[in-house]
Structure formats: structure tokens, C-alpha cells
T-cell receptor, first 112, second 112 residues
Framework: NAGVTQTPKFQVLKTGQSMTLQCAQD?????MYWYRQDPGMGLRLIYY???????DKGEVPNGYNVSRLNKREFSLRLESAAPSQTSVYFC???????????FGSGTQLSVL | GNSVTQMEGPVTLSEEAFLTINCTYT??????LFWYVQYPGEGLQLLLK?????DKGSNKGFEATYRKETTSFHLEKGSVQVSDSAVYFC???????????FGTGTSLTVIP
């Protein structure tokens, strides 16, 4: 049982480059989320999808876009990466909106 | 507003020592409280929760009691093991807006 799978695990970008972080869950969960984790700060919600076909902004959405491709997959895109986006990114999912969260193992992103 | 404050880490303990990780919160309404744990190389996973005042959550020898009068949810374990080495996150979920708020995480290392 894979749970929540994120790719890649590590990525280094140059300022201005774009990339997409992929997330997939195999638990038939309705809701999916993207968080970022920065030193000295708790996890902060970037975007979420309460159900298939919907997406909404979280606390820190600027500079990001998301796509809920289907019930399983929820991707996060950085169109023009900035050093301020250097962070660890976590994808999570849950049966219903903000019920018990299941997390992926994270993507460590560095923007130079 | 809503927020979670955790004790600063890192925390280093010898095996079989007593563990306390402090967590206090600020919230409107009546939140649910959670402890999540992140083992090395893995995503966060739910350790325990409490949904109302005076509830005690427990799992794997860890306990935390929801104290409304002191707005606290301190994590305790009577005798830690090397396998408890991880990062521990305190979190709350509001009952209005239904959003999660995470603390900064406390790193625990248990040495033999």
C-alpha cells in the first residue's frame, strides 16, 4: 500500500525556471493538499482540493498553481521559481476535507 | 487568530527517559488538537488526537490531554526508545472553517 507518493524527492532549480511537483494517492481520498515547511515555521497550506474538480487557495498561494488531474493526482506548479520558494513541500490527502491527513514523504526544493 | 506554539528543539534524551514536549494554542471556537510524527525520510503521520476539553489522546505509549483552561496539549511518554527519534508536530483544526494549523515541529533524538 503506497499511500501518498510524491515526486521528485529532491530538486534544484535556477531562478526563473519552472517545474511541477507530482502527487498521487491510492487510498481513494476525496481531498488533497499541498503544504510547505520552512525553518522555524509550521507547515503552511499552499493550495487544497476539497474534492475532485475543485481547487482553492490556502494561506500562501502566491507563485504557485495547482491541478487536480483526477481523484488520485494533485500537482503543484512553479511557473517562475524564486529563491523564496526554497522549502520542503508536502502533499497530503484525506477522506473528507480536513479529516485525518495522510502525508507524502516530501520534496526538498532549492532555488538558486 | 489561530496558532500553535511548540517548545524549541532539538531535544536529546537517553533511552528510558521521560519525555515532555510542550504545545500551547490560540484558537477561536473549540478546536480539535493533534500530534503528528515524522520519522526520518517519511511523511507526517497522525500520532494521537483529542477533540474536546479534558479528552486524553494516546498511542504507542504517548499521551496528551486537551487542557482548555491552559490552552495546552503537551505530549508525554514515560520511557522513550531509540525508535521514537523523530520530529513531532502539534496541530489544531478549527471547528469553523475547518482548517489545520501546525506548530514548527520539535526534533527528538533518543540515544542508547
Amino acid at each position: 500500500n503506497a499511500g501518498v507518493t510524491q515526486t521528485p524527492k529532491f530538486q534544484v532549480l535556477k531562478t526563473g525556471q519552472s517545474m511541477t511537483l507530482q502527487c498521487a494517492q491510492d487510498m481513494n481520498h476525496n481531498s488533497m493538499y499541498w503544504y510547505r515547511q520552512d525553518p522555524g515555521m509550521g507547515l503552511r497550506l499552499i493550495y487544497y482540493s476539497a474534492s475532485e474538480g475543485t481547487t482553492d487557495k490556502g494561506e500562501v498561494p502566491n507563485g504557485y498553481n495547482v491541478s487536480r488531474l483526477n481523484k488520485r493526482e494533485f500537482s503543484l506548479r512553479l511557473e517562475s521559481a524564486a529563491p523564496s520558494q526554497t522549502s520542503v513541500y508536502f502533499c497530503a490527502s484525506s477522506w473528507d476535507f480536513n479529516e485525518k491527513l495522510f502525508f507524502g514523504s516530501g520534496t526538498q526544493l532549492s532555488v538558486l | 487568530g489561530n496558532s500553535v506554539t511548540q517548545m524549541e528543539g532539538p531535544v536529546t534524551l537517553s533511552e528510558e527517559a521521560f519525555l515532555t514536549i510542550n504545545c500551547t494554542y490560540t484558537a477561536t471556537g473549540y478546536p480539535s488538537l493533534f500530534w503528528y510524527v515524522q520519522y526520518p525520510g517519511e511523511g507526517l503521520q497522525l500520532l494521537l488526537k483529542a477533540t474536546k476539553a479534558d479528552d486524553k489522546g494516546s498511542n504507542k505509549g504517548f499521551e496528551a490531554t486537551y487542557r482548555k483552561e491552559t490552552t495546552s496539549f503537551h505530549l508525554e511518554k514515560g520511557s522513550v526508545q531509540v525508535s521514537d527519534s523523530a520530529v513531532y508536530f502539534c496541530a489544531l483544526r478549527t471547528n469553523t472553517g475547518n482548517q489545520f494549523y501546525f506548530g514548527t515541529g520539535t526534533s527528538l533524538t533518543v540515544i542508547p
